[in-house]
């Protein structure tokens, strides 16, 4: 029963959508959910999990660049978990051009203690999260093309 | 502003003597993406979050134990 346009009554459960994607879609899907993390399922309408997973990632990762100073996301100097930062799409580009500028002014050698250490686990398991996303929107369009399972309301 | 919040990413934070703590917020954030990704209902993600973070910290606490054991008896 629909009451006006577009609305529907709250006592009516939720329906799963079912909607077709194309190839387009799914790399445009793909290449949100790196650049931003969560964009991927918020392209797809899962709104609510797009701004958890938001938040998720990105509390992770500025918690690392708090602790580990914004230095540690650089290539030069552990380059596997830059590899892992990375999936953190638009975080890590602008943070790595920011630490090759700060490398330049500061000048002075990366300790590797504690800090460090920190920072770059949290700043590469936020990457390696933002990973787990991505493949999570890719597939989750893929079975609701495919019709195996509707994508959830919310 | 730009440069009050950029120093704010400049020094690093001593965590030396608190580091073990810090398995709190990544265990909590990874156990809350995890169940994102696999929960059916977006009301479901907190319980089953929940669940899976007391699992690694309780885990985490026992192979503490095992370990400690191994080593001192």
Known sequence: MITAVGQVPENMPKQQTTTKFTTADFIRAALLAWFIPGGGHFYLGLRKRAVLLFVCVEVTFFIGLYIGTIRIVNPAHSFLWFFAQAFTGLNTIVSHLWAVRLDKVQATVLIRNWSYYMGVLYTGVAGLMNLLAIFDTVIRAGRANSGQVPLPAD | ?73
Do not use: E, N
């Open chain 2, 1 to 73: 502003m730009p440069a009050v919040l950029g120093s704010f990413f400049h020094q690093p934070l001593p965590v030396a003597d608190y580091w073990l703590w810090l398995v709190f917020p990544i265990c909590l954030a990874l156990s809350l993406v995890y169940k994102t990704t696999r929960a059916a209902r977006f009301r479901d993600i907190f319980p089953a979050a929940l669940l899976l973070f007391a699992t690694m910290i309780g885990g985490f606490i026992l192979l503490t134990i095992a370990i400690w054991l191994i080593t001192f008896l």
